[in-house]
């Protein structure tokens, strides 16, 4: 499930304008399986996008947004929102995730 998060509140956001994931497609930070995606798939999905994340010279300020947001969705700063501490809630329906 792409993660979600609104177009304004981006372009609010300062760090956004040096995220290194600024021209990656933003389904590669997904955390939930996307239809017809393998466990295995998924899995390698979230290391390339954590990857992404390790070059990132605004994964501090992502990773705080995401804590002071509670972003149940998605990979920032790097982490899953497991690993954020946070148990994502089953979503009713689909939204896009605007590109960071
Ligand atoms: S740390 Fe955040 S802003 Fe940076 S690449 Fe990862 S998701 Fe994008």
């Known amino acids: 499930m792409v993660r979600t998060l609104d177009q304004l509140e981006l372009s609010q956001r300062k760090y956004v304008k040096d995220a290194a994931c600024g021209s990656k ?3 590669l930070f997904d955390t939930d ?3 017809g995606e393998s466990e295995a798939r998924m899995a390698d999905r979230i290391v ?3 990857a992404v994340c390790n070059t990132c010279p605004v994964v501090a300020e992502c990773f705080a947004d995401a804590r002071a947001n ?3 969705h998605g990979i920032w700063g790097g ?13 009713s329906g689909r939204r896009n995730r605007a590109k960071v």
């Open 25 to 27: 497609n933003p389904r």
């Open 33 to 35: 399986r996307h239809k």
């Open 48 to 50: 390339r996008a954590k």
């Open 70 to 72: 509670h972003y149940e």
């Open 79 to 91: 982490l899953t929102p497991l690993e954020r501490g946070i148990i994502p809630r089953k979503r």
